[in-house]
């Protein structure tokens, strides 16, 4: 059986979104679209998604996503491939297509002369391993035993993000923008946004609460009606004291909506706070660790790679909800 590996041309995409569509079942309608969409991935190239063939037939493939990593120290741009969808059908699978694919994707990344760095997350990192991409630990989620709830919090400044506008997204992405973490992707422009970070909230049916000067900053919840997995996924402040008012108010509504939940779980560390001021002035923290992120060098200095890797280690920086890809 004769196996050709090479990028799957534009007329070929839907062979591409098939694949993924069945092997990444549980992904609703419209998920993988998105990735050669123009709208949506306006830096997608033809040739960066690349395919095992076998009879004309596309039986593995693997994706690279085009990603900015912005420096808020000097406001440097690094080129991430981000390494997505990495999927053989079923009856394909143990002959390494996707492991050549994955040595074809990083040869591409290295010969272009343009990619820093690559990330990707999974749940079997020693696939990756084998080929130089490095485990990151990142402390994710933190659960707070919350000292002190407060009944006095308006419910109706809580909207679902169904409701965001157009306008409104431009202006969450200022926000983010320009009060960045150590490191974090470039969201912009609004469209991007809206299709991969507005996306996600909407698959989860997140809510969000501004502040009553919007610019101050925003917050979000993810599951609000789920017991079970409910947790504070994303926010953004423009200094210490709108980032206490806004995780304070998220704490109050998720234990508004279940009256037995008493720890809040967040997504990463706080913006501004340490751990120890953010147990200070909440309550008991407990840190777990995320596994499941990796990075692997292109062509960074030394320097610069273990900057960024101990950002995300501290939680100085982080991948939000929205950002996977």
């Known amino acids: 059986m004769s196996v050709i590996y090479r990028p799957v041309e ?4 839907q062979q591409a979104i098939d694949l993924w569509c069945i092997v990444f079942k549980h992904h609703s309608p419209g998920y993988f679209e998105r990735y050669f969409n123009k709208e949506a991935a306006p830096h997608c190239q033809v040739g960066v998604t690349l395919g095992a063939w076998i009879n004309e037939k596309l039986v593995s493939a693997v994706h690279i996503r085009r990603l900015n990593i912005r420096s808020r120290d000097d406001n440097t741009e690094y080129l991430c491939g981000a390494i997505s969808n990495v999927a053989t059908f079923e009856e394909h699978r143990k002959h390494g297509y996707s492991r050549n694919l994955l040595q074809m994707a990083i040869t591409k990344m290295e010969q272009s002369n343009e990619f820093d760095i690559s990330t990707l997350t999974t749940g079997v990192p020693t696939h990756y391993s084998a080929l130089g991409w490095e485990s990151i630990s990142l402390p994710s989620p ?45 969201r912009s422009p609004v469209n991007v946004f809206q299709y991969w970070t507005g996306w996600t909230w909407k698959r989860d049916n997140a809510i969000m609460y501004s502040l009553q000067d919007a610019q101050q900053g925003y917050v979000v919840i993810t599951h609000p009606d789920n017991v079970d997995n409910i947790y504070v996924s994303e926010w953004r402040a423009l200094n210490v004291d709108a980032e206490r008012k806004l995780l304070k108010a998220a704490a109050n509504e998720i234990h508004r909506r279940h009256s037995q939940i008493k720890i809040i779980r967040f997504h990463t560390a706080p913006q501004y706070m340490s751990l120890e001021e953010l ?32 950002a995300y280690l501290s939680g100085h920086a982080t991948f939000w909800q929205g950002d996977y890809f």
């Open 142 to 186: 933190i659960s707070i035993h919350w000292n002190h709830f407060s009944s006095s919090c308006d419910s109706n400044q809580w909207n679902s993000v169904n409701n965001i506008s157009s306008s409104n997204y431009q202006l969450l992405l200022d926000i983010h923008s320009n009060k960045p973490r150590t490191y974090q992707y470039n």
């Open 10 to 13: 534009e007329h070929e995409q």
């Open 279 to 310: 147990e200070q002035w909440a309550g008991a923290v407990t840190v777990s660790k995320n596994d499941r992120t990796m990075i692997r060098n292109i062509r960074l200095s030394h320097e610069i790679l273990e900057k960024i890797k101990a």
